[in-house]
């Protein structure tokens, strides 16, 4: 490839035998965006709905979600307990620390 010339050629066949494709990808893409739209939409609306109407659910599930331990904790404890690894891994000031039940 000597010139750019040459790269937008070999770009523009090269992309020729996905051109026919293109609009059935196009529209899958269109209809899983919706659906998951709709989806994200409709369990907001659900969970709000929920959470309004019974507070003592709203509280517990609170707790729930503060006693559980995310990928993240889990991913970072497993790391700082390898030896090598260990010193990788930077202490949590007091207030990021999780709340303790």
């Known amino acids: ?8 050629s070999l770009c523009w066949e090269g992309s020729r035998a996905a051109r026919p494709l293109l609009p059935a990808v196009i ?3 269109v ?3 919706t659906a998951a ?3 994200a939409l409709w369990g907001r609306s659900r969970l709000f709905d929920t959470l309004d109407s019974d507070a003592e659910l709203a509280r517990d599930l609170m707790i729930g979600a503060q006693s559980k331990m995310g990928i993240k904790e889990k991913v970072m404890d ?3 307990s390898v030896p090598l690894l260990g010193g990788v891994v ?9 709340a303790q039940l």
């Open 1 to 8: 490839m000597k010139n750019m010339i040459e790269v937008l």
């Open 27 to 29: 529209a899958l893409q």
């Open 31 to 33: 209809a899983v965006a």
């Open 37 to 39: 739209t709709y989806a």
């Open 78 to 80: 497993w790391i700082s």
């Open 90 to 98: 930077k202490e949590t000031p007091p207030e990021q620390e999780r």
